[in-house]
């Protein structure tokens, strides 16, 4: 699942999808009202899915668990253990998500961090945004290993890489030496 293009906007409830970039703001495409609009960096901070994680407890030590990886459990448990209702209380929004990532760290990932990972969650299921990041993973990676191998000649048939042209590379420029200054003629009065 690619959740890189994927942001939510204070005061704009729900998910929403990055059209385009400017250098005041973004565009996105507000999935809720059904358009697309302006929203400035000034006035409002943007957080990408995709940076967001959750404080968990290993065997190593602290660490995070990215918020992708979280909804992909959330998907799997989702016909066993369907997500608890945003404003049930606070215990059962905390044995829900136990259920989800049993080793979450109690102390930091806080009832409102829960609440709204399930908002997110219900609103990417309800408006497709799940099936629509797995289409575009799956883009992704049936581009890549095609590209990957143009770039790095790796894994080519010999027959392939016998009709591969050679090409000489050329020398790198060397440092240019400084020009004197222009002498520049004073004007007499």
């Known amino acids: 699942m690619n959740i890189d293009k994927y942001l939510v906007v204070p005061g704009a409830p729900g998910v929403h999808k990055l059209v385009s970039s400017r250098a005041n703001g973004v565009i996105i495409d507000d999935r809720k009202e059904g358009r697309t609009r302006f929203v400035p960096v000034r006035q409002q901070q943007i957080t990408p899915l995709a940076t967001v994680a959750v404080y968990t407890f290993t065997e190593e030590g602290e660490g995070t668990v990215p918020l992708v990886e979280v909804f992909q459990k959330m998907l799997d448990l989702h016909d066993t253990t369907p997500p608890a ?3 049930a209380s606070s ?61 790095e000649g790796a894994d080519l048939p010999a027959e392939a890489l016998a009709k591969e042209e050679v090409v000489e590379k050329k020398p790198a420029k060397k440092a240019t030496e400084e020009k004197p200054a222009k002498k520049v003629a004073k004007s007499k009065k």
């Open 85 to 87: 209702d945003p404003k």
């Open 91 to 151: 215990p059962a929004l905390r044995a829900y998500f136990t259920a989800v990532l049993p080793d979450h760290d109690r102390d930091r990932v806080h009832i409102g961090d829960i609440q709204k990972c399930i908002k997110w969650y219900n609103f990417m299921r309800e408006h497709g945004i799940f099936e629509e990041a797995k289409r575009e993973a799956e883009k992704i990676a049936a581009d890549l290993p095609a590209e990957a191998l143009a770039k």
